[in-house]
């Protein structure tokens, strides 16, 4: 060999020994070290960014406080927050409308017009309920106890089973939507259980994904399916 030659296989020889030091040490991820330019780096995990993607900093930033927030608001528990299939739940709202965006999300918190909004707002001098005189949030408007609103809140349910009907939706899972919509107006009557929401509606797994592959959902739509119904059945928010 030429002395190049036997230069290349030298480092060659090198190169390999150091990959399989890194090998034996399970560490063969290079580390990406900051440079002596760089005025700052942003690291996530222990790794750092390689380039600004914004959604990844915000996450790693907002998510754990937000996490926090919600939980002491006993919206969602912590341990149920992995179980919502947040990228499609991101596909669908920014499929909507900015406006639509809003309302959703304001409404999901429960910021509507109900008594408790409408006189932070200052559009009335009190925040009870105009039917039964309480005190109004929005979940009160479920759960109002006067006759009116359960005649109203039963018409909705069944208009929804209409349009369930009408979508093909699988039965068991309007079935169940329907009852955990039912369950709001009366939450101290549904006992908690870590029982799967498909065992409380008489369903084996096995019925479960004839179901899930009648609506054309894929192993992971189904996954995800099953956690996120699992997590409301069990949450007790309601």
Request: proline letters at 5%.
């Given at each position: 060999?030429?002395?190049?030659?036997?230069?290349?296989?030298?480092?060659?020889?090198?190169?390999?020994?150091?990959?399989?030091?890194?090998?034996?040490?399970?560490?063969?991820?290079?580390?990406?070290?900051?440079?002596?330019s760089?005025p700052?780096?942003?690291?996530?995990?222990?790794?750092k960014?390689?380039?600004?993607?914004?959604?990844?900093?915000?996450?790693?930033?907002?998510?754990?406080e937000?996490?926090?927030?919600?939980?002491?608001?006993?919206?969602?528990?912590p341990?149920?927050?992995?179980?919502?299939?947040?990228p499609?739940?991101?596909?669908?709202?920014?499929?909507?409308?900015?406006?639509?965006?809003?309302?959703?999300?304001?409404?999901?918190?429960g910021?509507?017009?109900?008594?408790?909004?409408?006189?932070?707002?200052?559009?009335?001098?009190?925040?009870?309920c105009?039917?039964?005189?309480?005190?109004?949030?929005?979940?009160?408007?479920?759960?109002?106890?006067?006759?009116?609103?359960?005649?109203?809140?039963?018409?909705?349910?069944?208009?929804?089973?209409e349009?369930?009907?009408?979508?093909?939706t699988?039965?068991?899972?309007a079935?169940?939507?329907?009852?955990?919509?039912?369950?709001?107006?009366?939450?101290?009557?549904?006992?908690?259980?870590?029982?799967?929401?498909?065992r409380?509606?008489?369903?084996?797994?096995?019925?479960?994904?004839?179901?899930c592959?009648?609506?054309?959902l894929?192993?992971?739509?189904?996954r995800?399916?099953?956690?996120?119904?699992?997590?409301?059945?069990?949450?007790?928010?309601y």
């Amino acid at each position: 060999m030429s002395w190049w030659e036997r230069r290349n296989s030298e480092v060659d020889d090198i190169a390999q020994g150091y990959a399989d030091e890194l090998i034996a040490t399970n560490d063969t991820i290079a580390t990406n070290p900051k440079f002596f330019s760089e005025p700052c780096a942003i690291y996530i995990d222990n790794e750092k960014v390689s380039c600004l993607a914004l959604e990844s900093v915000d996450e790693a930033v907002v998510l754990p406080e937000l996490m926090e927030y919600w939980a002491a608001k006993g919206r969602l528990a912590p341990e149920h927050f992995r179980s919502v299939d947040w990228p499609i739940v991101h596909r669908a709202m920014k499929s909507l409308k900015l406006a639509k965006q809003r309302f959703i999300t304001k409404h999901t918190v429960g910021m509507c017009g109900v008594g408790k909004f409408r006189k932070r707002w200052g559009l009335d001098s009190n925040n009870r309920c105009p039917l039964c005189g309480l005190e109004e949030d929005h979940l009160h408007v479920p759960r109002c106890p006067s006759a009116r609103a359960k005649t109203q809140w039963q018409l909705l349910l069944q208009e929804l089973q209409e349009w369930f009907q009408s979508t093909t939706t699988a039965t068991p899972i309007a079935q169940f939507l329907g009852a955990l919509l039912r369950n709001i107006r009366t939450p101290n009557n549904r006992p908690r259980t870590e029982t799967p929401w498909y065992r409380l509606h008489g369903m084996s797994s096995s019925a479960l994904t004839q179901v899930c592959e009648a609506q054309l959902l894929s192993d992971n739509q189904l996954r995800s399916c099953n956690e996120s119904l699992n997590a409301l059945a069990t949450s007790g928010v309601y």
